[in-house]
C-alpha cells in the first residue's frame, strides 16, 4: 500500500510571533521554522504502517518555497521513502493546496493520504477535508487511533463531546491529531540517508493547477493585550477578589 | 442576500453553538435559513424554527445523515449551497469537519473561525495560535465560514416562528460508517459554553487529583478544563483540552490551576473575562496574564479554595 503524506513549513511552534506595526503582517524573517506539528507525527503515522507491513512505500509532498526541501529532508530522515516539492513563492492558501495535492494523488494514486489536522500558523483545518472532497474520497479528521485492515481505515477521532470511531473505504484522507502518535527524534544515520533519497521538484503550472489566493489579508494586527493584574497572598484573599471585586462568583 | 447556517445537534437538541452562528448570520444583513440535516431530527427542526432571526428551517432527513458524517452532510450543503450568498457553521469539531467539503465541491475558498463580521466579505480570524489578528476579505461568489461560537452572542431561543420546509435528500455517498460514540455523560455544564472554567494541568500529577479540581467545579457550577500536557498524561480526557487545537473558550472566570501557561494553551482561554492562575512556580508565564495569581501549592490552595467557597 502507497502512503502520501503532506508536510508543511511553519514558524517552530516555540517562537511567539511579532507582529509587524504597519499592520503589513507576520514577521518571520530569521524566525526558526520546522515541520508543522500535525505533520510529523502524520509521517510518524505513514513509518510505522510502514514498519508493520502495512504500507509499502511511503511518498512525502509539501508546497511552498525552496527551502521546503529541508522539511522534506528531515520526513525523509523519518523514513519516507521519496520526496515531492511543489515549489512556487506565491501565497498557497488551503483550497490550492488541496489542488495541488489531488494533482499528487491523481498521479501516484495512494491507498492513503495522511496530513497533519492544521497548520499551527494559518490555524484553517482545512486542506484534508478540501483534498479529499475534490478526489471524491472518503476522510476521517482529528485521528487519534488508526487501524488498516480489509480496504479500510477504522479511526478513533477527538470531537467536542469525546471520541468518535468512524471507518472509512481506502484510498482515504486521514487528518491527524495530537495523540495519535509520538514523533520520533531523527538520527544522524537516517539524516546522511535521507540525503540520497529521491526529491523530485515541480512547479504548480507544471502539474496545472491555478494556485490564485482566493482570500486577501487586509490587515494583521496584535489582539489586545492583557496585563498581569495582581497576586494575592493567600486563597482567603483570592476568594474574596473574586466575590467583591471581579464578582464572578457568589 | 441570504445566508445558510448548518445546524449542529444530536437529532433531540439544537446545540448552543448554533444559536452563535445564526446571530453571526444576522449581522450579515440578509434573511438567515438554517438547515437541519439528521435522522429522525423533527425535534431539532421544530427547535430551529423557534430561534429568532431564522427566517426559514430547511430539513434533510434520512438514516444516512443520523450519525454526522462529513461525506453525506458536506453534500446536503453542497446541493443548496448556489442558493445562498453566505453558508456557516459553528468552528465546532463538526463544522470544521463537514464545512471544507462543501466550499472545496463549489471551488470556493473558506474562511475559518472567524470573529468579527466588519462587512458581508470582510471577516476577521486569529493566526499563529490567537498572536495575530488577520482581516481578510472574500471575493468568492458564495462565502462560506466557520464561527468562533464564543464570538456572538446567542440568538434567543425563542421569538421565531419560521417555516419547515423538507428538502431533497442526497443520497449516500457510502464512503464511511459510524462505528462508535464515547463520550462521558456530564453532571455539570459544558466546556465550550460555561461560564465558569476550572483547568488542570500537569501539576495535577493524575486523574485521581483531577477529582480534587471536580469538587470546586462542583461547588461553582464550572466546567472542567485541562491543558495538552495533562491530556497527554492520561490526567483528562481529550474533550477536556482547552488550547489552540482544542477548545477555545471565552468564560466570565477562566482557574487555571498547575498550568504553566504555555503559547498554546492561552490560544484558548485569553479572552476570559477573570483569569486566576494557581501555581507554585512564581516564573510560570501563565502569571503574565493572570488578573489574580496566587503561588501556591496547588494541593494546599484546592482543600482550602473549597473551604473558603462553603
Not at chain 1, 507491513?53 to 512525502?60: D, R
Not at chain 1, 463531546?161 to 544522524?188: C, F, H, M, Q, W
Request: hydrophobic share 45%; aromatic share 4%; charged share 20%.
Amino acid at each position: 500500500m502507497k502512503i502520501l503524506v503532506a508536510v508543511k513549513r511553519v514558524v517552530d511552534f516555540n517562537v511567539k510571533v511579532r507582529v509587524k506595526s504597519d499592520g503589513s503582517g507576520v514577521d518571520i524573517a530569521n524566525v526558526k521554522m520546522s515541520m508543522n506539528p500535525f505533520d510529523e507525527i502524520a509521517v510518524e503515522e505513514a513509518v510505522r504502517l510502514r514498519e508493520a507491513g502495512v504500507a509499502t512505500e511511503i511518498i512525502v509532498v509539501s508546497c511552498g518555497v525552496a527551502q521546503c526541501q529541508e522539511t522534506l529532508r528531515t520526513a525523509l530522515a523519518m523514513g519516507a521513502d521519496r520526496a515531492i516539492l511543489v515549489q512556487t513563492d506565491d501565497e498557497l492558501q488551503p483550497l490550492a493546496v488541496a489542488k495541488l495535492l489531488k494533482a499528487i494523488v491523481d498521479r501516484e494514486k495512494p491507498q492513503l493520504i495522511i496530513l497533519g489536522k492544521q497548520a499551527i500558523d494559518d490555524d484553517s483545518n482545512q486542506t484534508g477535508q478540501m483534498l479529499a472532497a475534490l478526489s471524491g474520497l472518503g476522510q476521517a479528521t482529528f485521528a487519534s487511533k488508526l487501524a488498516i485492515a480489509d480496504g479500510q481505515a477504522q479511526v478513533t477521532r477527538e470531537v467536542d463531546g469525546g471520541l468518535l470511531t468512524i471507518s472509512v473505504k481506502l484510498p482515504a484522507v486521514v487528518t491527524t491529531d495530537l495523540r495519535l502518535n509520538e514523533p520520533r527524534y531523527v538520527t544522524l544515520p537516517n539524516i546522511m540517508k535521507a540525503k540520497k533519497k529521491p526529491l523530485e521538484t515541480v512547479t504548480p503550472k507544471d502539474l496545472g493547477v491555478d494556485v490564485r489566493a482566493r482570500l486577501q489579508t487586509l490587515r494583521t494586527v496584535e489582539p489586545s493585550q492583557r496585563k498581569a493584574g495582581i497576586r494575592v497572598p493567600d486563597v482567603a484573599t483570592l476568594v474574596q477578589k473574586l466575590r467583591n471585586e471581579a464578582k464572578v462568583i457568589s | 442576500m441570504t445566508a445558510l447556517v448548518l445546524a449542529e445537534h444530536d437529532n433531540q437538541r439544537l446545540r448552543p453553538s448554533t444559536l452563535s452562528v445564526v446571530a453571526a448570520a444576522g449581522r450579515l444583513g440578509g434573511d438567515v435559513h438554517v438547515l437541519v440535516a439528521g435522522g429522525n431530527c423533527a425535534e431539532v427542526a421544530r427547535q430551529a424554527s423557534q430561534v429568532a432571526g431564522v427566517a426559514k428551517v430547511l430539513v434533510a432527513d434520512a438514516p444516512h445523515l443520523a450519525d454526522g458524517l462529513a461525506e453525506c452532510v458536506s453534500e446536503q450543503v453542497a446541493a443548496l449551497a448556489g442558493n445562498y450568498s453566505h453558508v456557516l457553521a459553528a468552528a465546532t469539531s463538526f463544522g470544521k469537519d463537514v464545512l471544507p467539503r462543501a466550499a472545496a465541491r463549489h471551488d470556493c475558498a473558506l474562511v475559518s473561525d472567524i470573529i468579527t463580521i466588519e462587512s458581508p466579505d470582510t471577516f476577521a480570524r486569529t493566526i499563529y495560535a490567537g498572536n495575530a489578528i488577520a482581516t481578510v476579505r472574500c471575493s468568492e461568489p458564495i462565502k462560506f465560514a466557520t464561527v468562533r461560537p464564543t464570538a456572538f452572542d446567542a440568538a434567543a431561543t425563542q421569538g421565531g416562528s419560521a417555516p419547515i420546509e423538507a428538502v431533497a435528500v442526497v443520497p449516500d455517498p457510502g464512503l464511511s460508517r459510524f462505528v462508535s460514540r464515547e463520550s462521558a455523560k456530564l453532571d455539570r455544564p459544558e466546556l465550550q459554553g460555561a461560564k465558569i472554567v476550572i483547568s488542570g494541568g500537569r501539576g495535577l500529577g493524575s486523574a485521581e487529583n483531577f477529582k480534587l479540581l471536580a469538587q470546586v467545579a462542583d461547588r461553582l457550577n464550572a466546567a472542567l478544563g485541562a491543558s495538552r500536557a495533562a491530556v497527554d498524561a492520561g490526567y483528562a480526557p481529550n474533550d477536556w483540552q482547552v488550547g489552540q487545537t482544542g477548545k477555545i473558550v471565552a468564560p466570565q472566570l477562566y482557574m487555571a490551576v498547575g498550568i504553566s501557561g504555555a503559547i498554546q494553551h492561552l490560544a484558548g482561554m485569553k479572552d476570559s473575562k477573570v483569569i486566576v492562575a494557581i501555581n507554585k512556580d512564581p516564573e510560570a508565564p501563565i502569571f503574565q496574564i493572570a488578573d489574580y495569581g496566587l503561588v501556591a501549592d496547588l494541593f494546599e490552595a484546592l482543600p482550602q479554595l473549597l473551604k473558603e467557597l462553603g
